[in-house]
């Protein structure tokens, strides 16, 4: 842990860094593999709804010896659709038939009675209907629709428009991953699905507004030197920010991942995955999109400006004069010069300068003092 703990500090101060916005292609490429994957598989196999949406009826039944797979068997038998059925702590049952209505609910009820062997008035039955799945996913997308409109106004005010574009984006395919995954495990949409979907929403734009934070403060005075390009400190801002937001992405994973795999896989209890599934993918798709694309994808719109265009030429051409003088410039894992000598730096750039010498400094000397 020590050890990610250095490699945290040195990612900070700028001493090492991967170059996620120089590979913003493939980064991209990866997406839109993704994205279309899950948009296909949306296409192709569809959402499993849950009776919320469909309307159906739930059956409990007392405690029995019945299985799951028998219970399930006899209630696809009994109503010619496709049942869902879930083990309770008191070994009753519950089974979920969607699609049906209050005559074809006697008639099920009854079969289940005599299939189970069970007394039929022991089973509780009841039916519910679509509308009310519908309003709550109505008014869940009425909310969606307005936090993404608050949040790219939000956005352009306190950075501007291209990181609110940016933030939109890497929003958009936030969701769409998560959907995509919903089709294709075939998991059930519930209400609770969609409260987790929300939920994720506001976690990715915490990460993205995180980066989007450093990076607006390193480059307040960028054109008042020639030492970096915008690339070059977009770059360190998702460095100096990369172990924070694996650290508290892998926090976050560590309780929903629990739920999923340990509570909903493990111990049976399935209705836990209907909202840990949406939380778990959401979660990993926003520190994913937050360190990928988000920041790269501002970069890239950034460096369209007339300006900053000229400022790459200015830095890219005393690059190279440097290289012709045969002068070595100590670079970093992503290439970009360390800032030991900021000489023609702005004020507002910060990072290395801004940190305390470090202790390998004064090493060597008799007394171990600085002269």
């Known amino acids: 842990m020590s050890k990610l703990g250095n490699l945290g500090a040195r990612l900070h101060r700028g001493e090492v860094g991967y170059d996620f916005v120089g590979n913003r292609k493939i980064w991209y490429g990866i997406s839109i593999l993704i994205t279309i994957t899950a948009i296909v598989g949306l296409a192709v196999r569809g959402l499993n709804m849950g009776i919320e949406f469909q309307g159906g009826a739930v059956f409990t039944t007392p405690k029995t010896s019945v299985s799951v797979s028998q219970a399930k068997e006899f209630a696809e038998e009994a109503s010619g659709h496709d049942a869902i059925v879930q083990q309770l702590g008191n070994g009753s049952l519950r089974i979920q038939i969607a699609g049906i209505d209050t005559g074809q609910a006697d008639r099920i009820n009854q079969a289940l009675a005599e299939d189970m062997k069970v007394d039929a008035e022991k089973i509780n039955a009841e039916l519910v209907g679509p509308s009310w799945g519908e309003q709550i996913a109505n008014k869940a997308w009425q909310g ?14 306190a950075f ?4 609110a574009v940016a933030a939109f984006v890497a929003l958009i395919h936030d969701i769409t991953i998560t959907v995509g995954i919903y089709a294709l495990v075939g998991f059930e949409v519930t209400p609770g699905t969609v409260i987790g979907l929300l939920t994720i929403l506001g976690y990715s734009l915490y990460d993205t507004v995180v980066v989007f934070d450093s990076l607006k403060e390193q480059t307040r005075d960028i054109t008042k030197q020639t030492r970096w390009t915008y690339s070059d400190i977009a770059n360190r801002s998702i460095n100096s920010t990369l172990v924070r937001s694996i650290n508290t992405t892998v926090v976050a994973l560590l309780p929903v991942g629990g739920l999923l795999f340990i509570g909903g896989g493990v111990l049976g209890a399935g209705v836990l995955n209907d909202i840990s599934l949406s939380l778990f993918v959401g979660l990993a798709a926003g520190a994913y999109s937050s360190i990928f694309i988000a920041t790269p994808l501002v970069a890239d719109l ?33 290439g970009a010069p360390f800032d030991d000598h900021p000489e023609d730096a702005a004020p507002a750039v910060v990072g290395p300068r801004d940190q305390p010498a470090p202790r390998t400094r004064g090493r060597g000397r008799p007394s171990g003092k600085r002269r």
């Open 144 to 157: 969606l629709g307005i936090f993404l409109v608050l949040v790219v106004i939000y956005l352009a005010i």
């Open 160 to 163: 501007e428009w291209r990181m």
């Open 302 to 334: 950034k460096e369209r400006e007339p300006q900053l265009k000229a400022l790459r030429k200015r830095v890219l051409a005393k690059r190279a004069q440097g290289a012709d003088r045969g002068e070595t410039v100590a670079v970093d894992d992503a």
